[in-house]
Nanobody, 133 residues
Framework: QVQLVESGGGLVQAGGSLELSCAAS????????VGWFRQTPGKDREFVAG????????RYADSVKGRFTVSRNNAENTVSLRTNSLKPEDTAVYLC??????????????????????????WGQGTQVTVSS
């Protein structure tokens, strides 16, 4: 079971950018789907972006599509989330999560599963992103 650590959060003005990183240790990251979620006090955890094992399939929440980009480097056991054109409503704790699905899962099914919180079994502690107006 891998362990996950997020970094890269901070305080930024509206319109700014941050690059969040999720580093895995304790095993190879390449066998896992990786998702980014965010949480604010009093609200349910929200899916932000997800990426397949090889990085060929990505999925984004409508609220971040066109502004955020998820990528991965399996050789370095990292997944990144580039966040551009940040808005105050993007303020949250951002968490990365890893999960496994059967190796023979097709592309459409993989795409569907990327946004499902139930797929992810390992979670990091999160990194705070605060966007000021």
């Amino acid at each position: 079971q891998v362990q996950l650590v997020e970094s890269g959060g901070g305080l930024v003005q509206a319109g700014g950018s941050l690059e969040l990183s999720c580093a895995a240790s304790g095993g190879s990251f390449s066998g896992y789907l990786v998702g980014w979620f965010r949480q604010t006090p009093g609200k349910d955890r929200e899916f932000v972006a997800g990426i397949s094992r090889t990085g060929t399939i990505t999925r984004y929440a409508d609220s971040v599509k066109g502004r955020f980009t998820v990528s991965r480097n399996n050789a370095e056991n990292t997944v990144s989330l580039r966040t551009n054109s940040l808005k105050p409503e993007d303020t949250a704790v951002y968490l990365c999560a890893a999960g496994r699905i059967p190796l023979l899962t097709g592309s459409s099914a993989t795409y569907s599963k990327l946004s499902l919180e139930s797929v992810y079994t390992t979670w990091g502690q999160g990194t705070q992103v605060t966007v000021s107006s």
